[in-house]
Nanobody, 115 residues
Framework: QVQLVESGGGLVQPGGSLRLSCTASRSIFTLPVMGWFRQAPGKQRELVADITSGRSTNYADSVRGRFTISRDNTNNTVYLQMNSLKPEDTAVYYC?????????WGTGTLVTVSS
């Protein structure tokens, strides 16, 4: 089992940046995929970005070129660097870990992009 704790959310102006962190309760070295999802009010949860154990990355079209996902296996942490933020990026962001047969979720961190 894996517990995931997100941090780094908050209020930011359009065009600003935030870095989200997700720290796992155990080693993430063997977890095949870790990722970030988001859910805006009234919308379904959607994939933002994910990263494999081999550090291959995948991004939603809406964030490609603005967001960067990375993983630090030494510190059991996955990051999401978010630049050029837009109001439509406002959502609760959830960390996800896929072990190969189970999905684990954090409780989420709120990102609000507003002037």
């Amino acid at each position: 089992q894996v517990q995931l704790v997100e941090s780094g959310g908050g209020l930011v102006q359009p065009g600003g940046s935030l870095r989200l962190s997700c720290t796992a309760s155990r080693s993430i070295f063997t977890l095949p995929v870790m990722g970030w999802f988001r859910q805006a009010p009234g919308k379904q949860r959607e994939l933002v970005a994910d990263i494999t154990s081999g550090r291959s990355t995948n991004y939603a079209d809406s964030v490609r070129g603005r967001f960067t996902i990375s993983r630090d296996n030494t510190n059991n942490t996955v990051y999401l660097q978010m630049n050029s933020l837009k109001p439509e990026d406002t959502a609760v962001y959830y960390c996800n870990a896929f072990s190969g047969h189970m999905n684990y979720w954090g409780t989420g961190t709120l990102v609000t992009v507003s002037s």
